[in-house]
């Protein structure tokens, strides 16, 4: 792996080394509460979509391709915005479904664009626009990629260091990734937004009954990736192409078998960060609300009570699925979040 030298690692090694920056957000997020008329987790997961302005990013746009090494051909995407003031480059990964023009991802860059960072939103492989020049959809699994465009990026983006930030799926990924990678001297921090760690208990969750169009609206996309993928010939597979009734049989018939797993069952074994977060050797803060309709707070518990020194854990009342529109605040708690930590560095 590709490390710059001339970054000076000793921002990243002390950011949680001054516990006031966190104990200020732990405070801000205890007394945080449901903007009105976004009440009970659904309308948080959904009002992002519902109040979106879909604002001119800040910053020269740089359309990004990053060709991987697997012998595949697969080419991942991504778009950059530098408004010229130097300072981290911001990575951004979308979750499941979602791609880099995803509401949360674009309204994510234009604040932090319009602070001046630079920011990179990237395509997992086969969505967005790479889903056609790609073989296969991304899964938890898929961090060789990411650490593939990690040491792509040019040292002139990377001197001053890179920060991550992934969310739901993304930042599943993202924590997986950096359970592997160890300490890599350029990564200065990173941070998740309702992320699932425990892919069984996700799983069993958006089964419920009462996700049942939650899960509709997810299969909707997956399948016409699927669709869009045979069409292009890209993705060879002779079987008909069945129709899912849920998450948990997509992965059971397409991503299991696909990427090496016995089945849907062993595939979320397999890929879990749970297991895996005492690896991490940069500093994480993971944010996630108790009200999450899609994912449960049990392994945010538990991952607190075990107290793992590179992680932080942000666990609000409120908040849904990557929502966090709380009073008094324009913005999601999670802008508030980026700002501390970035300053932070």
Not at 304 to 330: D, M, P, S, W
Request: glycine share 8%.
């Amino acid at each position: 792996m590709k490390t710059n030298l001339d970054f000076n690692p000793s921002q990243a090694s002390l950011l949680f080394d001054d516990p006031k920056w966190f104990e200020d957000l732990r405070v801000q997020a205890l007394h945080s509460y449901e903007r009105a008329p976004w009440l009970g987790g659904d309308l948080q997961t959904v009002a992002h979509r519902l109040i979106h302005h879909n604002r001119l990013i800040p910053g020269v746009k740089t359309l990004m391709q990053f060709p991987l090494r697997d012998q595949s051909g697969d080419i991942m995407t991504g778009t950059l915005h530098d408004p010229g003031k130097g300072g981290p480059l911001v990575m951004l990964l979308h979750g499941l479904a979602g791609s880099e023009d995803s509401v949360y991802i674009r309204s994510t860059a234009h604040h932090l664009a319009q602070q001046g960072m630079r920011v990179l939103r990237l395509n997992h492989r086969g969505a967005g626009s790479s889903l056609g020049s790609c073989s296969i959809p991304y899964q938890c699994a898929g961090t060789a990629e990411i650490i593939e465009i990690l040491d792509s990026l040019s040292d002139e983006l990377t001197e001053s260091g890179i920060f991550l930030c992934g969310f739901s799926m993304g930042g599943a990924i993202l924590l997986n990734m950096l359970s592997e990678i160890g300490r890599d001297l350029r990564i200065c921090g990173a941070m998740t937004v309702s992320a699932p760690l425990d892919l069984t208990s996700a799983s069993a969750q958006l089964n419920r009954h009462r996700n049942v169009i939650y899960q509709k609206v997810l299969l909707a996309t997956l399948m016409r990736f699927e669709r869009t993928l045979r069409n292009s010939c890209k993705l060879v597979d002779d079987e008909p192409l069945h129709n899912p009734r849920s998450l948990f049989e997509y992965d059971e018939l397409f991503t299991a078998p696909r990427h090496g797993f016995t089945s849907a069952v062993d595939y979320y074994h397999k890929t879990s960060p749970l297991p895996r977060l005492k690896n991490i050797r940069v500093p994480v803060v993971m944010l996630h609300a108790e009200n999450d309709p899609w994912i449960s707070s049990d392994s945010y518990r538990l991952t607190a009570k075990n107290c793992h020194t590179n992680i932080r854990i942000l666990l609000t009342e409120y908040g849904g699925h990557v929502g966090f529109h709380f009073r008094q605040r324009a913005n999601p708690f999670y802008f508030d979040v980026l700002n501390q930590m970035l300053s932070a560095n």
